[in-house]
């Protein structure tokens, strides 16, 4: 299991666009990038996955550079509910597979 | 699509007294659920391994005679606390995985305190 570094925390403030960088200098070439969110006292949610270059979906994209080292969860024009705990993962696609979360990143969204 | 449900929600138990917890996948059918653990300001920690119809596999020192997992089916997981102790509060929470693309989701987790 590729062990993830992540900053433990970040500010921002509503409306402007949030970029987190995770660094996994020893990702496994199996090894897909997965980012879950989490509030106080609920379970975490899933956010996005991907495997190499760019991902987007209707709440985040997530960048992955070729060497795929490291990778970046960017949040469009955060709001104040986008303050959270973010995970990102690294790990083998499988339906047997486990998930080693890190410290994971607090984001505060300031008004 | 892609719920993860858990009951109850929250369970205040005295101490010596055992509690079950269920998970269900509402709208997949999960060959493998998960079963983590979380401190107050910590992160998930990983307690076990279930796979449909066969034993769960622990993560070391979790004991598996204290916490009993059973998969008795695709869509649910139940984890029991027996002889409950004021040490096992904590926030227990269920994921569970098998849909395409294969994604883990979460339960919305189960607060426990034992008195």
């Known amino acids: 299991l590729a062990k993830t570094t992540q900053p433990i925390s970040m500010d921002s403030y509503e409306g402007q666009e949030v970029n987190i960088t995770c660094s996994h200098n020893?990702?496994?070439?199996?090894?897909?990038i997965t980012w879950y969110q989490q509030f106080p006292s609920q379970g975490p949610r899933f956010i996005i996955q991907?495997?190499?270059t760019k991902v987007t979906n209707e709440v985040a994209s997530l960048f992955i550079p070729a060497d795929r080292k490291s990778s970046t969860l960017s949040l469009p024009r955060v709001s104040l509910s986008d303050t959270a705990v973010y995970y990102c993962?690294?790990?083998?696609?499988?339906?047997?597979?486990?998930?080693?979360f890190g410290s994971g990143t607090q984001l505060t969204v300031l008004p | 699509g892609a719920v993860v449900s858990q009951h109850p929600s929250r369970v205040i138990c005295k101490s010596g007294t055992s509690v079950k917890i269920e998970c269900r996948s509402l709208?997949?059918?999960?060959?493998?659920m998960f079963w983590y653990r979380q401190f107050p300001k910590q992160s998930l920690m990983l307690m076990a391994t279930?796979?449909?119809?066969?034993?769960?596999?622990?993560e070391q020192g979790v004991e598996k005679d204290k916490f009993l997992i059973n998969h008795a089916s695709l869509t649910l997981s139940t984890l029991t606390v027996t002889s409950a102790h004021p040490e096992d509060s904590s926030f227990y929470i269920c994921?569970?995985?098998?849909?395409?693309?294969?994604?883990?989701?979460f339960g919305p987790g189960t607060r426990l305190t034992v008195l």
């Open positions: 994921s569970a995985s098998g849909g395409t693309p294969d994604t883990q989701y």
């Open positions: 020893n990702i496994a070439t199996n090894d897909y």
């Open positions: 991907g495997y190499k």
């Open positions: 993962l690294a790990h083998v696609s499988g339906s047997a597979r486990q998930l080693t």
């Open positions: 709208d997949f059918q999960a060959t493998t």
């Open positions: 279930s796979n449909e119809g066969s034993k769960a596999t622990y």
